[in-house]
Structures are given as C-alpha cells and as structure tokens.
C-alpha cells in the first residue's frame, strides 16, 4: 500500500514548478504622493536606469511602486493625461487642479511573494506540494478521493522550498539548501536522508565548505536536476547512488540566478538568466562553454529578465522552430526564438495594468491544433491566459490573435499567489498556489475540482470558448494541519484507504458523507474590507475597553494541571495555589509593581501583565523565581490582553521552534511573541484592515497557525501566522459580538469538527460551528429561559458538549448535549457550604447540575448570608479548566468554588478553596512568600 503512495509514480514533463526566488521589481525612483496643490504640466516621465547610469523616457500608463527593504508595492499609476483630459472636456465639466491629478489611481496591491510554495507533479495520481510555512504535503488520489499525505522534513532539517522527481527518487530541497532523499526504512516508514554531494573532482577543485543550493529544475527526461547554488553556480547532480555532481561555474561576468529551461529541446543546453536579466545559454560541448543572448534591436535594449523558470515549445513558428518564453523584470512576456537558425526576440506585452510574475505552458491540446496557450500570474495574484496562433509553415509570425489576453481572475475572495507558476496535470485542469496557502484549480466547466480524479483520457472537445471555472481545494496549508485526512501516526496507509472523514473513534462524527459536487466548501474566509482610517471615536471607546480588560478575564490561570494555578487579586497580589505533596498551599509571588493578569502559559513560564502594561515572565531559573520584562526587549509592546486558554497545557504539549503566544497590545494590534527555546522575538500583526483588535477568542487550539479574534466593532476575524493574511467570516449585519474573549473546542484532534463559543453583545451564547458537510455556521444559543445575561467569557468546553457559563445571576449554567438536542443545565452556587468549607446541606439542594426546566420549579427561597463578609454567588471572573474533570470558579466574596465532573458524567459542586484576600473564612493561615 506504502508504496502506492510514494513509490510507483511515473515522471512527466515536470511542468513548472517556479523555483527559487523573483527578484521585485523597483524603479529607482522614488515618487512621492502627488500634493493637491501642484498642477501636472507635463505628460512625459522619465526614470533613472541603474544599469546604464541613464534616464529613460517611460511609456504611460506607468505603474508607480513603493520599494521598502526590497518589498515592492505599486501604489499608483501615471495615466495618459491626454486621454483623461478629453474626457473632461467631452463632459464639458470646469476641471479643477485636484482632479487632474487624480492620474495616480489606487491600484491592485502586489501580493507579498511566497518563497517557500513550490507545486510538483510526480503522477497523476500524485501533486507534492511545499507550503510557506515549509511543510511538505502530497495530494494523493487513492481512487475514491484526493486524500493528504504529509511528508515534513524532519525538524532539524528546516523548512523545505521544492521537491523534485527524478529517476523514481523524490528529493526535497529545504530552506538552508541542503538536499534530502525519500528513503525507505527498516520498518517501511519513509524517511528524508540527507543527501551528501560530493563533486565531480574532474571538473572543479574539492570544495571545502558544503554547497548551499538555491533552487533546481529537473531536466526534460526526468534523469538530471540543475541547480543553483548561493554562490551563484550552475550545478548538475548526475547521480544518485552514490550523490555526483557536477559543478559547471558560471558566465565569465554574470552569475547564475535562476534555471530558464534545462535540455528541453537541445540536449544538454541550459539556459540560465542572471540576477541582471540577461539570458545566457550553457553548452558544455560547444566554444566557449557560455553564450549571451543580447538584445541586438535597440528599443528592446532595456528589456531586462526575471531570473524564474521560462517555458519552451517547439515548432510554434515552423517546423524546427524553437521558443523560449520569458518573462521581463516589469512583467512583460517575450519569446526567444531560433527560426531556419536564425534567433530573434519576440516582446509579446502584457494585459493592461498588469505586472506578469509567472509563466506556464498549457499541456497541448490534440484536439485544437491551430491555438496554443500559456498561463501566466501577474503581482497581484490574477492568472491570465495567453493565446497565440501555432503557424507549422512559419508564416504570419508577428500576428497577433484577436483576443490574445483572456483573464480568469482569481477564486472569490482569493488570490493566486505572486510568482508561484501553476502546476497543468492535465488538459484543461490547472492548479494554482493561492496567497492565502490554499490550491486553487482552475478548470474546464464539469471537469475538475475537489471531487473529481485524475481522467486523463476522458474526452475533453476544448473548443477555443471552452469555460474555465475555479475551484478551491482544501488544503492543510491555510488551516494548519487536516488531521482528519491521515492518522496521528502520519503514515501514509490510511490516506490511502480515504478515511477522510471516517476515523470515527468518539461517535462524535457522522460518518463520511460526500460534499455535494460542485459546491465550494471554504468560500467563507472573506479578504476584510480595506476601509476609512479608523476614527477617533473608536479608539476613545477602545482605551476605555483596555481599561476594564483584566476585570474578569485573566485573573486566573492554570500553571500544571491539577497541581498548580495563579490567582491575581484584584489589588494585583499575585498568588499562586499550590499542592506540595501532601497538602495545598498559597504561595505568594512578589513583583515591583501591581499585576492585572495572567495572559499565557508555556513550558513552565507564566506570562503576566502588570498594571502599565508590562508582559512579564515568572518562572524558575536554577533555585530562584526569577521575572523577565519582555517589554523591554526590543520592539517590546504594552499588552492588555492574551489568548484565554493555554494551547500549550498538558503532556500532549507538542513543541516546535516556532512556537509564540499572541497579544493584544495597548493600541489594539495583535502582537506574536516567539517563546520557543527562549528565543523571543516580537512581531506586530497588526490589525484587520477596517477595525482595532479587542480579544483573542482563540490561538491555534481550533485551527493550527490561525488565531481567531474579535474586532472592536463586534465581528470576527482570523490571522494567519504563516501567510500573514488577514480574513472575516460571513456574519450577519445584526450579530454584534461582545468584546469579550471567547473559547474554542475540538472534540478530537485528529478532526477538524468543532466550535468557537463566544458571548453576543446582548449576552446570549454564539456558537461558530465547522464541520465538512456544512461548513461554517452560525448558531445562536441565546439564554436560558430567565432573563439571564452572561457577562463572562464562555467556558471551559469538556468533550465538545459541555460548557459552562456564569450567569449575571451568580448561577453557573451548562449547555450540553443530550440526544442531539441542546440543552440548558443550572448549576447554581456553592451555597451548602459552610465558613470551614465544610457541606452543611443535609439535601444537597444545588449541589449537583439539575435541568434548567427543573430549577425553574425549585426557584427557591433567597439564601441566607452566613455572614456579611460571604456571598457564595458566582463572580464574573473567566473559571479555569483546572485538570480533565474539574473547573475552579471565583465566588463574589473572593473564594473559589470548584466543580467536579461525577462517574454519570453531571457536575458537583466538590468544594470550596479558601483565599488569603478573602474575608469569609474562619481560619487563616499566612501565605508563604517566595
Ligand atoms: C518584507 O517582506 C519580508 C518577507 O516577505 C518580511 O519578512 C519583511 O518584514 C518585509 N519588510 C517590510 C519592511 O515590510
Ligand atoms: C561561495 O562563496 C563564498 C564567498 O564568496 C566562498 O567562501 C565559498 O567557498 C563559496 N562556496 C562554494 C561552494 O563555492
Ligand atoms: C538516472 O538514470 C539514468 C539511467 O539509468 C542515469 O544515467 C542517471 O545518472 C540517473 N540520474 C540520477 C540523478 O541518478
Ligand atoms: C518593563 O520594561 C518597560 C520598557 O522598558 C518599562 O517601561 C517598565 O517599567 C518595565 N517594568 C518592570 C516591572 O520592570
Ligand atoms: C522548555 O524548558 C526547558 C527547561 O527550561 C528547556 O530546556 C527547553 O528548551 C524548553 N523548551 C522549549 C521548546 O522552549
């Protein structure tokens, strides 16, 4: 079965996996915005033109970019004025000096580039995928569906950036530029070895330090890789077993950026472009070894070429010809054409008011022989088609198609990512990198898509009207990890068997329903809309937001489960409950100034915040507690706020050098704080583009590398760690969230199934549900039947089905399940238990959880105070989840109340835990300082 998935596979024309990085493209000009107060009186630009040290005259339109540490973003456009200005006139409109500078137009963003993604195709059976945040994953087609497999490099290895098949071995290139080999081991797991070149010692001195490898290109028939080094080398590898490579240098005044094409059409010919945009071509047979393909046309001298893969075709233009498309540093497609041995260049332009990144060539279709198509990305994530007539005879060379640029777009509400070449697997059949880690395919109308297999011979009559249509594919990259589609052993047979939506173990899932065909499963994570700056009034009601933060959210927290949590008081005494052994004890933690609360927990480090927003570390270092001020590290921010509950609690505690806690700072960004291996680090995410961050619902616990916030404006959004993209959900104009943090449940986590669980404005429950028959779905829980409000912070969540809130009544309620049914459970208060903490309740009334319809029944006589200094009612301070079955909750009159979960699975109000700061107690003891 194993080797199903990794072994037999059959190498193709490895289409286009674009390897290896583009450079952007950056005038060197720096336009400010234009001022109001100026008048355009010319209609003739130049720009500065590094490499020949001249100015040029521009064409118009003409894109304006912004270029910070060689991150390019075009902002505007210089139109042609004359054209604008008739049409003002033609309006016979009084044209004001502000709008004739309305030249400079908002334009479609450049897409940040995503350098790790790479698209390979090993068979049709087969796409190996790496992600940007380096994963390596294979959509597999097992027959019945596209099912995951995942193929990490081990995590010393780093980051992977491309994969590549050659003589039925798989090789993976990490970030670092070392080579790894897919090998079988001894208990038939696949493994990644690494591969330890040595060079050819014929054609180059022993190297002494190891050769860091940029990017590669697999040769025609699928026996040699090329690639580029760090230094700027060509490099063979012509041998597996043992490793052999060969170094073949570089031009005499030029380095070798990136691979065009390898040996497609003449054997052993590479063509390589260097980092300037110059075309050479390597022949290891011929004198000398490289050659220069320069611009002779005077006009095209300027022409200057994106180091990124090209792609040939041959006899496009007459029997023998042969064709090299490139793409040029401001996204211009041209041709390299040798024709009766004679080269020429071909400029074939671009669609209006794009910048194309990538190139690909469409599979040819048998059935249309006249049309050839290439598929290109432009630097805003747009794929368009490009047309041209195929002429056997070599007439009619420089004609063009009629309608030459047909533009797909992009999927609804995503972007294919910017120079990332698409993958053809098959005719009519594309799939697309898209910006927010997820595949898009573009493919005929009825044939294609998530549902639909490898059909390679299914007739596919394309006529040149054919309909293209996307669809978006699910995979692990935008979502973190799909656990649902392989086992936690990551072994590879059960992708095979398609469990997908079947490991059913917890009867908590249905079994495995197909989606209905044609649907469009994730249309659901929106691009934000990019609105108005933010105004005064909102940031006023923010600050007042910060203020109130900790008064109920952070004030408890788990350090060990069962063992060990922190309480801060609300006078910031930090506290911290603690069993030595054989007895519990209060511990108190000095600190030089107030705390407000404890925001995050990991690996055995409490994150708290003090008064001036300050996030402090406490822990152990050698014998002493020690505290770390992580505001003081560079880039430090004040915070206000954490995540709610700890993702990285408990023995399954699975860390990685990328692990960091999320912050809301005191100006309503998201901050990321690296914490893995003690190597902070901070990072500003900053905020959805149309309002402030107010609360973290969730990190990570409900969808790996995506954490769920709400907005000061009530809605809910998601950051993603690895594409730093924000989204926002569907969500009904009248659903207003409270600005409280929220909880996240997944009942398995080899499923995706779960809920996020958050508090309306008006105090009702709201459930965000997913599961992969329906997606995402609102569900409004709202209250129980007596004129409740809940003011707190839902949760905790046990099993997925029971959730505990606090009412503004001081009751606890739980919302569980009962035989598909939701159902409200009133837990009420720890009334029954004395001053010693002792249960002096001969009926136990109110001590275990009875269903709300009953309670209404006992609705009961007032309690009578023990005394004046104790109110057992439950105070709106967010409860723990203090181990597998118990939640701690803090009551009005400073105590803490615990519930336990009982053998017929209802909750118990199990006891009460005095506190040093509270005054209904009878005995105390002093708490032990540090
Ligand atoms: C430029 O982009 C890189 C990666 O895309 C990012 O790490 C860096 O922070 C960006 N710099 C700026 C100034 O935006
Ligand atoms: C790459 O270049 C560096 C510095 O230019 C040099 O020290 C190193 O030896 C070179 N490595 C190889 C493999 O050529
Ligand atoms: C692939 O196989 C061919 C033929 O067996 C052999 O000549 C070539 O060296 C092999 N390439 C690699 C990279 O092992
Ligand atoms: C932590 O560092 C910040 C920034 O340097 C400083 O303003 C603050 O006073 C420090 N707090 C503590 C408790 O050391
Ligand atoms: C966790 O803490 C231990 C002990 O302080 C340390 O050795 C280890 O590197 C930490 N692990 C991570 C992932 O930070």
């Not at 024709?339 to 669609?351: A, D, F, L, T």
């Not at 969730?698 to 954490?707: A, G, K, L, S, Y």
Request: glycine share 8%; charged share 25%.
């Amino acid at each position: 079965m194993l080797h199903m998935l990794i072994l037999i596979w059959v190498i193709f024309e490895s289409t286009s996996e674009v390897l290896g990085s583009i450079n952007s493209y950056c005038p060197h000009h720096h336009l400010q915005q234009f001022d109001r107060k100026f008048e355009l009186k010319t209609d003739r630009f130049w720009k500065f033109q590094e490499h020949s040290n001249k100015w040029v005259e521009v064409e118009l339109p003409y894109d304006l970019t912004t270029c910070r540490n060689g991150n390019c973003t075009k902002v505007g456009q210089i139109n042609n004025r004359l054209e604008k200005m008739e049409k003002q006139y033609d309006g016979f409109q009084q044209t004001k000096k502000s709008e004739k500078v309305k030249e400079v137009e908002k334009f479609h963003v450049d897409l940040t580039l995503r350098k790790r993604v790479s698209l390979t195709k090993i068979s049709d059976m087969s796409i190996w995928i790496t992600g940007e945040s380096g994963s390596i994953y294979e959509r597999f087609w097992n027959g019945v569906q596209w099912v995951i497999g995942p193929h990490d490099l081990p995590i010393s290895a780093g980051l992977a950036v491309s994969i590549f098949g050659v003589n039925h071995s798989i090789l993976a290139l990490s970030e670092a530029g070392i080579l790894y080999q897919l090998q079988i081991n001894d208990g038939s797991q696949p493994i990644w070895v690494e591969l330890i070149p040595t060079t050819d010692q014929t054609t180059s001195e022993e190297h002494a330090s190891p050769v860091q490898l940029l990017a590669g290109v697999v040769s025609h028939d699928g026996m040699r890789v090329y690639f580029t080094t760090k230094n700027g080398t060509l490099l063979e590898l012509t041998e597996l077993e043992p490793p052999r490579w060969v170094d073949h240098g570089q031009p005499r005044d030029a380095n070798v950026a990136a691979i065009a094409d390898v040996a497609s059409f003449r054997t052993e010919i590479v063509y390589t472009i260097s980092s300037v945009g110059d075309l050479y071509e390597y022949d290891r047979n011929s004198k000398p070894l490289w050659k220069k393909h320069v611009w002779k046309d005077r006009a095209a001298r300027d022409l200057r070429l994106i180091p990124s893969r090209g792609c040939y075709i041959h006899s496009l233009n007459g029997d023998h010809s042969i064709s090299l498309f490139l793409l040029t540093k401001d996204g211009t497609l041209v041709e390299r054409r040798l024709n009766k041995r004679k080269w020429k260049w071909i400029v074939h332009g671009r669609p209006k008011d794009h910048q194309l990144t990538s190139v690909l060539p469409a599979l040819q279709d048998e059935t249309n022989e006249k049309l050839f198509s290439l598929f290109l990305t432009t630097s805003s994530g747009f794929v368009f088609e490009y047309r041209t007539n195929i002429h056997p005879a070599g007439h009619g060379q420089e004609e063009e198609t009629p309608d030459a640029w047909v533009n797909h777009k992009h999927p609804l509400n995503a972007k294919a990512a910017r120079g990332i070449g698409g993958l053809q697997f098959q005719v009519g059949r594309l799939l697309f990198a898209l910006d927010d880690g997820r595949i898009g395919e573009l493919h005929l109308v009825g044939l294609g898509g998530e549902n639909s297999g490898p059909t390679h011979h299914a007739t596919s009559r394309r006529k040149p009207s054919a309909k293209y249509t996307w669809s978006i594919l699910d995979a692990p990259e935008s979502e973190g990890w799909n656990a649902e589609y392989c086992t936690e052993h990551r072994g590879p047979t059960n992708c095979i068997a398609g469990t997908k939506d079947d490991i059913n173990d917890q009867g908590t899932r249905r079994s495995a329903t197909r989606r209905p065909k044609g649907s469009q499963p994730q249309q659901n994570y929106l691009l934000p809309r990019t609105s108005e700056s933010l105004s005064e009034k909102s940031s006023d009601s923010f600050d007042l937001l910060a203020e109130k933060w900790t008064k109920n959210s952070f004030r408890l927290r788990v350090m060990h489960g069962g063992r060990s949590f922190f309480l801060i008081t609300v006078d910031g005494l930090t506290f911290e409950y603690l069993y030595t052994g054989d007895v519990w004890l209060w511990l108190r933690h000095e600190s030089s100034t107030p705390m407000k609360g404890a925001v995050g927990n990991y690996n055995g480090s409490l994150y708290l915040v003090d008064n001036y927003g300050s996030l402090l570390i406490r822990e152990r270092s050698s014998q002493e507690l020690a505290w770390t001020n992580c505001t003081a590290l560079r880039r430090g921010k004040q915070v206000i706020g954490g995540a709610p509950w700890d993702k990285f609690l408990g023995q399954s505690m699975k860390t990685t050098t990328e692990d960091a806690l999320f912050f809301v700072s005191k100006t309503g960004r998201l901050l990321q704080f690296t914490v893995a291996l003690r190597k902070f680090k901070w990072k500003n995410c900053q905020n959805p583009p149309d309002t402030k961050v107010a609360s973290i619902v969730d990190q990570e616990t409900f969808r790996e590398n995506i954490v769920f916030v709400i907005g000061t404006n009530g809605r809910l959004y998601q950051y993603n760690k690895v594409t730093e993209l924000w989204h926002e959900h569907h969500q009904s104009q009248h659903l207003l969230l409270s600005r409280m943090p929220g909880t996240a449940t997944r009942p398995s986590p080899y499923s995706l199934i779960g809920s996020l669980f958050m508090i309306s404005e008006d105090g009702g429950l709201i459930e965000y549900h997913w599961n992969p028959w329906d997606g995402w779905n609102w569900v409004e829980h709202g209250r129980p039947d007596r004129g409740v409000t809940f003011t707190t912070t839902p949760g905790p969540c046990f099993e997925g089905n029971q959730l505990f809130l606090v009412g503004s009544d001081g009751r606890i309620y739980l919302r569980y399940i009962e035989q598909d049914t939701w159902k409200w459970r009133n837990c009420g208060f720890p009334d029954q238990f004395d001053r010693d903490g002792k249960v002096n309740s001969k009926n136990g009334k109110g001590v275990i959880c009875v269903d709300e319809e009953l309670a209404l029944e006992k609705e009961v006589e007032d309690v009578k105070a023990i005394d004046k200094n104790c109110d057992p009612k439950v105070a709106s301070t967010k409860p723990i989840q203090f181990s597998e079955d118990a939640v701690v909750f803090e009551l009005r009159d400073g105590r803490l109340g615990e519930m336990r979960q009982m053998e017929d699975s209802n909750w118990i109000w199990s006891r009460i835990i005095v506190t040093p700061t509270s005054l209904c107690i009878s005995d105390y003891w002093t708490a032990l300082a540090s």
